[in-house]
């Protein structure tokens, strides 16, 4: 009886300029994970770090809005790009090198060697951490991140709705398959605080955390729907960002504490 080939070994490449590369991910859209990437990387920045943020969603960037990035990046040397400083963080996304309108369609090994470009052909400098917002699904993104780059981790982002943790399953399960180490799970838009106070769980109750359990993987915590998170998001200008005290600011940076943990 023969035996089986050993997996293949994948040689993945580091992202220059950078310490630590954490992963953010849902496999589903419509979760909130692009703001909560942008705002958990500046949670790591009022822990002291020095942060990157790279948007891995070739066709639907959303950083340009989110940090309201309109100017394209510089190049040095005609060959490497330089990214994009706003907020004492530095930024990078084909959004910044296409217009807002434009779609992007494109196969999947156009896709790939994008995200090659921005792994590889970035100038990143002295960063400590560089958050990855990636896009929905399971597909050529994830598989290049997972084969190829050096990741040190990945976060994933679900509301507690189970529409949304079917998928949600299917992302932790590529994961593991590719060997990514997962740090935990957060529950986004877990409830809604009303006027008279009472929390309101619009997407259901337990379903991340259950999940989580079911996994045996960290649960980071809970994220609310708020029109202050919703605001700071459409005028370009983080939450944890622009009112670090803000009640929804510091369960980020509580979160971001939980997951510094494992690195530093």
């Known amino acids: 009886m023969s035996k089986k080939p050993p997996p293949k070994q994948f040689v993945k490449t580091p992202i220059n300029g950078t310490k630590f590369t954490l992963l953010i991910s849902s496999a589903k859209g419509g979760v909130g994970k692009s703001t909560v990437a942008v705002n958990l990387a500046f949670a790591f920045k009022n822990l002291g770090l020095k942060i990157g943020i790279l948007d891995a969603d070739v066709y639907g960037p959303s950083l340009p809005k989110l940090m309201n990035i309109i100017e394209k990046p510089e190049t040095e040397g005609g060959k490497a790009i330089v990214p994009v400083e706003k907020y004492n963080?530095?930024?990078?996304?084909?959004?910044?090198?296409?217009?807002?309108?434009?779609?992007?369609?494109?196969?999947?090994?156009?896709?790939?060697?994008?995200?090659?470009?921005?792994?590889?052909?970035?100038?990143?400098?002295?960063?400590?951490?560089?958050?990855?917002?990636?896009?929905?699904?399971?597909?050529?993104?994830?598989?290049?991140?997972?084969?190829?780059?050096?990741?040190?981790?990945?976060?994933?982002?679900?509301?507690?709705?189970?529409?949304?943790?079917?998928?949600?399953?299917?992302?932790?399960?590529?994961?593991?398959?590719?060997?990514?180490?997962?740090?935990g799970l957060i529950d986004n838009m877990s409830f809604f605080k009303g006027d008279d106070g009472k929390e309101y769980k619009i997407f259901g109750e337990g379903g991340v955390e259950k999940t989580a359990k079911e996994?045996?993987?960290?649960?980071?915590?809970h994220l609310p729907l708020h029109q202050d998170l919703r605001n700071s998001a459409d005028i370009g200008n983080p939450l944890t960002n622009s009112q670090p005290d803000h009640e929804v600011s510091k369960l980020f940076i509580d979160i971001a504490k939980k997951i510094k943990q494992s690195f530093l």
């Open 89 to 183: 963080s530095q930024c990078m996304s084909m959004g910044f090198l296409v217009d807002e309108q434009t779609p992007m369609i494109w196969r999947g090994p156009m896709v790939i060697s994008a995200i090659k470009t921005m792994t590889q052909k970035v100038l990143w400098k002295e960063r400590d951490i560089i958050i990855i917002d990636m896009p929905p699904g399971t597909g050529d993104t994830q598989l290049t991140f997972a084969q190829e780059v050096k990741v040190d981790g990945a976060i994933i982002v679900s509301t507690p709705q189970d529409l949304a943790l079917l998928d949600v399953k299917r992302g932790i399960q590529m994961f593991e398959k590719t060997g990514v180490k997962i740090l």
């Open 215 to 221: 996994f045996n993987k960290v649960f980071l915590g």
